[in-house]
């Protein structure tokens, strides 16, 4: 996933006047680069936020009510897009999936960066609204 979102975000956006893929009169194609720049991504219609690549070392989301997301991507670069290990709210986090309710009354997410795939989060699958 890591190595198709950095594809997408480096090859089809850009700031000329066609840098923008499809039609974004919703926001919806702004919107997904944004999230996937963050490092996740929310499922419509669920409480649940996909886990990617982040693109940047920090950054700090407003939530209201005073409470922000923050994001830390340590040693992240465009060879390290890998999520080697992640900490949520100080505690060890192995999900590539988190719920709404995770965040919202604040939150640290803290991700470590690496250069190759790793194990991170491939035992704990985000659930599925079809049943099998």
Known sequence: TAE????I???????SKSG???NDDSGT?????????????????QDIYLIGSPI???????LGNGNNLT???KNVSDKNKYIQS??????NFNKAWFRHEDIINGAEL??????????????NLPPSITKN
């Not at 940047?56 to 407003?62: L, P």
């Not at 992640?86 to 505690?91: D, P, Y």
Request: glycine residues 10%.
């Open 4 to 7: 198709r979102i950095r594809n």
């Open 9 to 15: 975000l480096n090859t089809e956006y850009d700031v």
């Open 20 to 22: 923008l893929p499809g």
């Open 29 to 45: 194609m702004s919107a997904w680069y944004i999230f996937s720049a963050l490092g996740f991504y929310p499922v419509a219609g």
């Open 56 to 62: 940047f070392e920090y950054n700090e989301i407003d």
């Open 71 to 73: 994001i830390v991507a």
């Open 86 to 91: 992640a900490i949520l709210n100080g505690k």
């Open 110 to 123: 803290v991700f470590k960066m690496g250069a190759k795939p790793s194990k991170w989060g491939k035992d």
